[in-house]
């Protein structure tokens, strides 16, 4: 086991946001890359979903297509708190304050 798998073993979730444009997705894909390499690890494309808001079905299957994660509905909960494109309220952070 790598001092990087070591280090980073506890974490499971991670979001990477970025403009819709190709050169974003282009480098998203270039970092996960770099990182695979320098630390041995490698993203799991079966457990990565890409989320859009605001952009094209057809753009969508584009910028999904450049960096190999399929896209999903934007229904999920991180940390309990619903991921959403509309501004969360106060009863969607109780299970933080809880």
Do not use: W
């Not at 403009?19 to 974003?24: I, L, M, P, V």
């Not at 708190?81 to 304050?97: E, F, G, K, W």
Request: glycine share 8%; proline share 2%.
């Amino acid at each position: 086991m790598s001092y990087f798998s070591e280090l980073f073993n506890f974490a499971d979730d991670l979001f990477i946001m970025c403009g819709e444009s190709d050169g974003s997705m282009k480098t998203v894909r270039e970092v996960l890359e770099e990182f695979g390499k320098c630390s041995g690890l490698k993203h799991n494309l079966a457990n990565s979903s890409c989320y859009f808001a605001g952009v094209a079905e057809v753009k969508e299957a584009k910028l999904s297509n450049i960096v190999g994660i399929p896209v999903s509905a934007l229904h999920v909960r991180y940390l309990g708190i619903p991921l959403t494109t509309r501004q969360i309220s106060n009863h969607d952070c109780r299970v933080l304050v809880e």
